[in-house]
């Protein structure tokens, strides 16, 4: 077993219990030695996502090699294949750690604020942040999002990160409806709507359509949704006050 083999062998295994031959040669030793300092291994691991981004955006999947993102990153090719096995590999983990990432730093932000309009206000600004200091991914990750309903593994893991995401704002928007900050709305609909809203907003910034932009496209997008949400409400409200009038009046007659 070569350094490379055992390598995989124990990345694959995560410890050293398994039942696999470890090698004695100092040339082995030296590696298990620098595998302890995580530290530099979690910084070549970063390097290599970041330059992955870099050329994913550029060339796009299918063009793209891994030879471009470990010349990219600066490494050999052979040291890349020490923390990622293939392409699709190293694609799928740029997209979802970075997309993981964006998701978190969200959450973050919108815990620390109170009431659903400055939540709300706070998802919506940390998404266009990114616009400006993580454009690479958001490229990628648009392009992904436009294809998920292919059945890889690539837009399964988008997939379940997204419908992750929708389901904790569907939970702010119930949250918001029993405490009497919005009337009655479907809540799944509503975080739909909400990432539609945010989507929309990051495509045409990267795109630079500036005639479809507004001064403060956060405050339009937050009285967007919630004056839809209102209406919707006030509607709903009607509408069910008409059918019991209408099912009392055929009871009597």
């Known amino acids: 077993m070569d ?3 055992f390598l995989r062998s124990f990345r694959e295994r995560g ?3 398994g039942p696999f031959p470890i090698p004695n040669d100092s040339g082995s030793a030296g590696i298990l030695e ?4 995580r530290s530099v291994s979690e910084g070549k691991r970063k390097a290599i996502l970041g330059a992955a981004l870099t050329v994913f955006s550029r060339k796009g999947y299918a063009e793209a090699s891994v030879d471009d993102v470990a010349e990219q990153a600066g490494i ?3 040291t890349l294949y020490l923390y990622f096995r293939s392409k699709e590999e ?5 997209l979802v750690s970075d997309l993981r990432a964006m998701s978190s730093e969200g959450r973050k932000a919108m815990e620390r604020m109170h009431g659903l ?3 709300l206000r706070a998802f919506l600004r940390v998404r266009l942040e990114y616009t400006k200091s993580r454009q690479d991914f958001l490229r990628i990750y648009l392009a992904e999002y436009g294809s998920t309903f292919l059945k890889t593994s690539v837009s399964r893991a988008v997939r379940n990160i997204m419908r992750e995401n929708m389901r904790y704002m569907a939970k702010l928007f119930e949250a918001a409806t029993l405490e009497g900050e919005i009337g009655p709305v479907p809540a799944g609909a509503a975080a739909g709507a909400l990432f539609d809203l945010s989507r929309g907003l990051i495509e045409r910034r990267l795109l630079g359509w500036k005639e479809f932009q507004t001064a403060d496209e956060v405050e339009f997008g937050i009285e967007v949704l919630l004056s839809g949400i209102q209406n919707y409400s006030k509607s709903s409200r009607r509408t069910k006050r008409v059918f019991r009038r209408e099912g009392h009046s055929a009871e009597v007659a």
Request: net charge negative.
């Open 3 to 5: 350094d490379v083999d």
């Open 15 to 17: 410890s050293l219990n």
């Open 117 to 119: 309009r400055e939540k």
């Open 76 to 78: 050999a090719k052979g």
């Open 34 to 37: 620098n595998m302890t300092d």
């Open 90 to 94: 190293l694609y799928l983990a740029a």
